[in-house]
């Protein structure tokens, strides 16, 4: 497996706003950059609105993909951890170059 040096982690604003992910990664070599909070209402929307119901729209994928490519350009990420579940529905790690790390996919692999 890759070592990461910059990682990308997008989620609900509740995860983004909590300090916890923040306090783990002080102590390491690994820069973490967090979902940018302009964006914590779209996203919001989207895994709320949508993804919890099973809804899954090409305008809801793209506009992930859209911030994630901001924040790859913006950070020099290295990998995106899609650290909601439901943002794993959206399947886009076909559409970007980095790993996309979809924390249901890794806990599938330890059942």
């Known amino acids: 497996?890759?070592?990461h040096k910059n990682i990308g982690y997008i989620g609900t604003s509740y995860l983004m706003k909590e300090n916890y992910l923040d306090e783990?990664?002080?102590d390491s070599s690994l820069?973490?950059?967090?979902?940018?909070?302009n964006n914590f209402e779209e996203v919001d929307n989207i895994?709320?609105?949508n993804l919890c119901k099973g809804i899954v729209t090409k305008h809801?994928?793209?506009k992930i993909l859209d911030i994630i490519n901001v924040m790859i350009k913006e950070?020099?990420?290295?990998?995106?951890?899609?650290?909601c579940t439901e943002l794993g529905l959206l399947k886009i790690?076909?559409?970007?170059?980095?790993?996309?790390?979809?924390?249901v996919e890794k806990v599938k692999i330890c059942l």
């Open 31 to 37: 820069n973490l950059f967090k979902l940018e909070n």
């Open 60 to 62: 809801d994928k793209d």
């Open 47 to 49: 895994i709320f609105n």
């Open 24 to 26: 783990m990664f002080n």
């Open 1 to 3: 497996m890759k070592k």
């Open 75 to 83: 950070k020099f990420l290295d990998c995106v951890v899609l650290g």
């Open 93 to 103: 790690d076909k559409n970007i170059k980095i790993e996309i790390i979809d924390s």
